[in-house]
């Protein structure tokens, strides 16, 4: 049998979860905010109406 030896490389991959997750989380975020406004919006809603159901969703996202 061969002998396996070590490479000289270092791999971070076991690392990088918490990249993943704050990607997605934020991505999350994005979207469903968006989404809220794009919603109000489309109820024929006046600007500051979608501003405060923006700013809501912000804050509700943010807890």
Do not use: C, F
Request: net charge positive; aromatic share 4%.
């Amino acid at each position: 049998m061969a002998k396996l030896r070590k490479h000289a490389e270092r791999h971070y991959a076991d690392r990088i979860g918490w990249l993943r997750a704050a990607v997605l989380g934020a991505n999350d975020g994005i979207i469903s905010t968006a989404s809220l406004v794009v919603g109000v919006a489309a109820a024929n809603t006046d600007p500051s109406g979608v501003l405060v159901a923006g700013i809501s969703g912000l804050v509700a996202g943010a807890t």
